[in-house]
C-alpha cells in the first residue's frame, strides 16, 4: 500500500483559526474570523449551536455565561434574544457592542480558497438547518469541513450529507480508571472511523499521539488533524508528522514561523 504519510509529509499543514484569531479578539465574532483571515489563516475553526427558534448561532458553549454578562441557554432561546447580548466586552471595550454571529454571517466571509471548520456542539437536530445554509452558502464541497465529539451526528451527517464534504471525528484522551491506559488507543480510533465513515481523526495534542499513531490513520487512508497548538516547537512536530491541519489561537504568528 502506497504510504499516505509519506505524502502528506512533503505538504505544509493548514494553519486553522480556532474560534477565529481568538488570542486577539473575541473567539467566535466576526471581529476574530475577518481577523484571521488579515492574518493569513487557511481555515477558520467555529462551533456551533441551534437556537430556539431554529437558527445556527457560533457559540462554543450551551449558555452564554462565558462570553456575556446575562446568561442565557443557547437551546432554550431565540436568535433575537442571542443577538441582544454584548460578547465582546469580556475580551476588551474596543468590542463593546459584538454581537453573536449567525453561521450564515459567518459563511458569507469566507474567501475563495479558504476553508470553514464547522464544529457541531449540539446533536442531530441542527443537520438540517445545516444542510440548508451550506447550500445557500454556495461555498465549494472541500472548503467545508465538519467536527463534532458525537459519533452518531458524524455518522448522521455522513449519511444525508448532499455533497462530498469531509467530517471528522474529535477526541481527547483519557486514562481508563480501571485499566489505567490511555484512551482511544490508535485501534479504538481506527474503529470508530470505519463505524461512522469519517474521512479523518482529529485530536488534541498528545504525549500518546506519536509519529506511528499519525502513521498508522494516515496509511488506513484517513485525514489527521490537531488541536489547540500555539507553540512553534509542537506546532512543527505535528507538522512532521503528517497532520494536515493545526489548529491554533494565534493563526498569524504560526504562519510566519512554521512554514518552510
Avoid at 47 to 59: A, F, K, Q, R, S
Wanted: proline fraction near 4%; glycine fraction near 4%; charged fraction near 25%.
Amino acid at each position: 500500500m502506497l504510504s499516505v504519510a509519506n505524502f502528506n509529509l512533503n505538504k505544509p499543514s493548514l494553519i486553522v483559526a480556532h474560534r477565529g484569531a481568538s488570542n486577539n479578539a473575541p473567539e467566535n465574532t466576526l471581529p476574530a474570523f475577518e481577523l484571521a483571515w488579515k492574518q493569513g489563516a487557511d481555515a477558520i475553526e467555529v462551533d456551533l449551536h441551534l437556537t430556539l427558534d431554529g437558527e445556527i448561532v457560533c457559540i462554543h458553549d450551551k449558555t452564554t455565561q462565558a462570553v456575556a454578562n446575562k446568561i442565557l441557554i443557547v437551546a432554550q432561546s431565540t436568535l433575537a434574544e442571542l443577538q441582544h447580548l454584548d460578547v465582546g466586552s469580556w475580551f476588551g471595550k474596543r468590542w463593546k457592542g459584538t454581537a453573536i454571529p449567525t453561521l450564515a454571517d459567518v459563511l458569507q466571509i469566507v474567501p475563495e480558497g479558504k476553508r470553514i471548520f464547522l464544529e457541531i456542539k449540539c446533536g442531530q437536530e441542527i443537520l438540517p438547518k445545516l444542510f440548508e445554509e451550506l447550500k445557500n452558502a454556495q461555498l465549494l464541497p472541500e472548503q467545508v469541513v465538519i467536527i463534532s465529539f458525537d459519533t452518531e451526528v458524524i455518522s448522521a451527517f455522513k449519511r444525508n450529507a448532499p455533497s462530498d464534504i469531509k467530517a471528522f471525528i474529535l477526541s481527547k484522551f483519557e486514562k481508563d480508571r480501571l485499566s489505567k491506559q490511555v484512551r482511544p488507543v490508535v485501534e479504538d480510533v481506527l474503529q470508530i472511523l470505519r463505524l461512522t465513515h469519517a474521512d479523518g481523526y482529529s485530536s488534541k495534542a498528545h504525549k500518546t499521539v506519536t509519529e506511528s499513531f499519525v502513521r498508522r490513520i494516515l496509511d488506513e487512508g484517513y485525514e489527521y488533524h490537531v488541536w489547540t497548538i500555539d507553540n512553534v516547537r509542537t506546532a512543527r512536530k505535528y507538522q512532521k508528522y503528517g497532520a494536515a491541519s493545526i489548529t491554533t489561537n494565534r493563526p498569524g504568528y504560526l504562519k510566519e514561523k512554521i512554514l518552510p
